[in-house]
Nanobody, 111 residues
Framework: QVQLVESGGGLVQPGGSLRLSCVVS?????????THWYRQAPGKQREWVATITVGSTLYADAVKGRFTISRDNAKHTVYLQMNSLKPEDTAVYYC?????RGQGTQVTVSS
C-alpha cells in the first residue's frame, strides 16, 4: 500500500524559505514516476504547483523561479524548496504520487 507523508510546513515571514518533504512508502523505485505538489488555500480550488518527471521539472507560473522540486530516490522522498515566500503562498501543500495523496502540510506566510 502506497502512503505519502508530507512535512516541513510552518509559519514564515514574507521573503522567507521553507523546504517541504514528501516521503513515499510502499512504492518501490519512485524515480520512474512523476510526483506532483499541489496546494489549496481556504476558500479556493486546489492549485497545481510543481511536477518532477523522469527527466524534467515543471512549475506553475506563480512559483516559477522561487520554488524548486527535487527527488532523493534512495530516501523515497520528494522535496519542494520554497524561497522568497509571499502571503499568497499560504495554503495546505499536498504531494501526489500516481493516484495517492498525502494529508498535507500547512504553510503560512505572514508578518
Amino acid at each position: 500500500q502506497v502512503q505519502l507523508v508530507e512535512s516541513g510546513g510552518g509559519l514564515v515571514q514574507p521573503g522567507g524559505s521553507l523546504r517541504l518533504s514528501c516521503v513515499v512508502s510502499g512504492a518501490g523505485d519512485i524515480n520512474w514516476y512523476s510526483t506532483h505538489w499541489y496546494r489549496q488555500a481556504p476558500g479556493k480550488q486546489r492549485e497545481w504547483v510543481a511536477t518532477i518527471t523522469v527527466g524534467s521539472t515543471l512549475y506553475a507560473d506563480a512559483v516559477k523561479g522561487r520554488f524548486t522540486i527535487s527527488r532523493d530516490n534512495a530516501k523515497h522522498t520528494v522535496y519542494l524548496q520554497m524561497n522568497s515566500l509571499k502571503p499568497e503562498d499560504t495554503a495546505v501543500y499536498y504531494c501526489q504520487f500516481r493516484s495517492n495523496r498525502g494529508q498535507g502540510t500547512q504553510v503560512t506566510v505572514s508578518s
